[in-house]
Nanobody, 123 residues
Framework: QVGFAESGGGLVQAGGSLRLSCTAS????????VAWYRQAPEKEREFVAS????????YYADFVKGRFTITRDNARNTVNLQMYNLKPDDAAVYYC????????????????WGQGTQVSVSS
C-alpha cells in the first residue's frame, strides 16, 4: 500500500495562487497514477485532478479546468497541483491518493488518507 503526504496549503485572497505538493512512499512511485481530491466542510470529498504514471495524461474536474495544473516529478516521488485564480469555493482540505483508474472523477483506490493540506480563500 502507498502512503501519501500533502503540503503547501495556506490562506490566500480570491484570485491568488498556491502550489500543493504530494509525496508518496511504499511502492515504486512511477508505476501508478495519482489524483488530488478535496473536501470542504459539510461536503463530500470530491475529485479535483489526476495524472498518469508517466505524466503524459491528466484529467480535471470541470470546476478547476483552466485554473489548476497537475504535474509530477517521478525522480522526487512528488505530484504537484498548481492552483491559479483561486475562488472562495476552492477552500477545502486537499488530499492525494491513487485513483482506481485514470480518468475524470475516478474514486480513490485506498480508504486511508493522509492529513491533507488546508486551502483557505478569502473574498
Amino acid at each position: 500500500q502507498v502512503g501519501f503526504a500533502e503540503s503547501g496549503g495556506g490562506l490566500v485572497q480570491a484570485g491568488g495562487s498556491l502550489r500543493l505538493s504530494c509525496t508518496a512512499s511504499g511502492s515504486p512511485f512511477r508505476t501508478y497514477p495519482v489524483a488530488w481530491y478535496r473536501q470542504a466542510p459539510e461536503k463530500e470529498r470530491e475529485f479535483v485532478a489526476s495524472i498518469s504514471w508517466s505524466g503524459d495524461r491528466s484529467y480535471y474536474a470541470d470546476f478547476v479546468k483552466g485554473r489548476f495544473t497537475i504535474t509530477r516529478d517521478n525522480a522526487r516521488n512528488t505530484v504537484n497541483l498548481q492552483m491559479y485564480n483561486l475562488k472562495p469555493d476552492d477552500a477545502a482540505v486537499y488530499y492525494c491518493n491513487e485513483p482506481r483508474t485514470l480518468g475524470e472523477y475516478e474514486p480513490p483506490l485506498y480508504d486511508s488518507w493522509g492529513q491533507g493540506t488546508q486551502v483557505s480563500v478569502s473574498s
